[in-house]
């Protein structure tokens, strides 16, 4: 990508804060991605992570005029053939195995189709754990880790979550695209 600078539609703090980590890491051969980030109202339809993700990234690049993203992310449970939704739904079911999944959009401006990028992380949900200040991270215990999001460090998720998981794959596609010659 010839210009390392995107823009990131969110209005949501700690989404950003883990992106430009994530992205600003310039470890694994890849150059670093700056970030920048825009919270605009984009009607969020309803639907898979995917047909929202798409969407929402055809709106933000016609707002913002040129490259961007977007992202949808779901806590889905096994017990309810993977439906997204609240953590007290499980009461009764016999699993708790749940997964985290994220979709990223990015497109390349105005009437590109956007490119979907998907992580996801195998896990449970168990009662809280750590703080609770960024969505469910307390009850998503990731598969084989023995703690919840919130009870880990920041450099430790950024490097299992679902969110990470999708934005490799965002970072690798971007890596592949040629450099424009200037005139």
Request: hydrophobic share 35%; with cysteine; aromatic share 8%.
């Given at each position: 990508?010839?210009?390392?600078?995107?823009?990131?539609?969110?209005?949501n703090?700690?989404?950003?804060?883990?992106?430009k980590?994530?992205?600003?890491?310039?470890?694994?051969?890849?150059a670093?991605i700056?970030?920048d980030s825009?919270?605009?109202?984009?009607?969020?339809?309803?639907?898979t992570?995917?047909?929202?993700?798409?969407?929402?990234?055809?709106?933000?690049?016609e707002?913002?005029?040129?490259?961007?993203?977007?992202?949808?992310?779901?806590?889905?449970?096994?017990?309810?053939?993977?439906?997204?939704?609240?953590?007290t739904?499980?009461?009764?079911?016999?699993?708790?195995?749940?997964?985290?999944?994220?979709?990223?959009?990015?497109?390349?401006?105005?009437g590109?189709?956007?490119i979907?990028?998907?992580?996801?992380?195998q896990?449970?949900?168990?009662?809280?754990?750590?703080?609770?200040?960024?969505?469910?991270d307390?009850?998503?215990?990731?598969?084989?880790?023995?703690?919840?999001?919130?009870?880990?460090r920041?450099?430790e998720?950024?490097?299992i979550?679902?969110r990470?998981?999708?934005?490799?794959?965002l970072?690798e596609?971007?890596?592949?695209?040629?450099?424009?010659?200037?005139?």
């Amino acid at each position: 990508m010839s210009n390392n600078k995107l823009v990131f539609v969110t209005g949501n703090a700690n989404k950003l804060r883990e992106v430009k980590a994530i992205l600003g890491d310039s470890s694994g051969g890849f150059a670093s991605i700056e970030l920048d980030s825009r919270d605009l109202d984009i009607p969020e339809l309803q639907g898979t992570t995917q047909e929202v993700a798409r969407e929402k990234c055809r709106r933000a690049a016609e707002l913002v005029g040129g490259p961007c993203i977007t992202e949808d992310v779901a806590l889905c449970f096994k017990a309810m053939n993977d439906l997204p939704g609240l953590t007290t739904m499980l009461t009764g079911f016999p699993t708790n195995d749940a997964y985290a999944i994220c979709t990223f959009a990015y497109s390349a401006g105005p009437g590109t189709e956007p490119i979907l990028f998907e992580g996801k992380t195998q896990g449970k949900i168990v009662l809280p754990r750590g703080p609770q200040d960024f969505g469910w991270d307390c009850t998503f215990e990731a598969e084989g880790t023995g703690k919840t999001y919130a009870e880990m460090r920041s450099d430790e998720k950024n490097k299992i979550s679902h969110r990470y998981r999708a934005l490799a794959l965002l970072r690798e596609y971007l890596s592949s695209i040629p450099e424009k010659k200037e005139n």
